[in-house]
């Protein structure tokens, strides 16, 4: 029985990637602004947000290769 293609999420972790990258490019002055930062938690910013992308930017590939069809090879 062949199991279902995740497509739902890979349109949402796509949606939401896509969105990220989007916000990056779109507000890359403010975003230098608080990640030069040094007071506060504003140093954990860059930390923070490589992990959101990271997270974010994996589940889509993951989604992606499996519609696909292509998934790690099984040991017995």
Not at 2 to 8: G, N, S, T
Not at 55 to 62: E, L, M, P, S, V
Not at 66 to 73: H, K, N, P, S
């Given at each position: 029985m062949?199991?279902?293609?995740?497509?739902?999420g890979l349109i949402v972790s796509g949606l939401i990637s896509g969105a990220l990258y989007l916000a990056l490019y779109l507000f890359h002055h403010?975003?230098?602004?608080?990640?030069t930062r040094t007071d506060g938690w504003y140093p954990a910013?860059?930390?923070?947000?490589?992990f959101a992308f990271s997270?974010?930017?994996?589940?889509?590939?993951?989604y992606f290769w499996?519609?696909?069809?292509?998934?790690?090879?099984r040991r017995s």
């Open positions: 062949a199991a279902r293609k995740p497509y739902l403010e975003i230098m602004a608080a990640f910013l860059p930390v923070l947000t490589a997270f974010t930017h994996g589940a889509f590939t993951g499996e519609v696909l069809g292509i998934t790690a090879r």
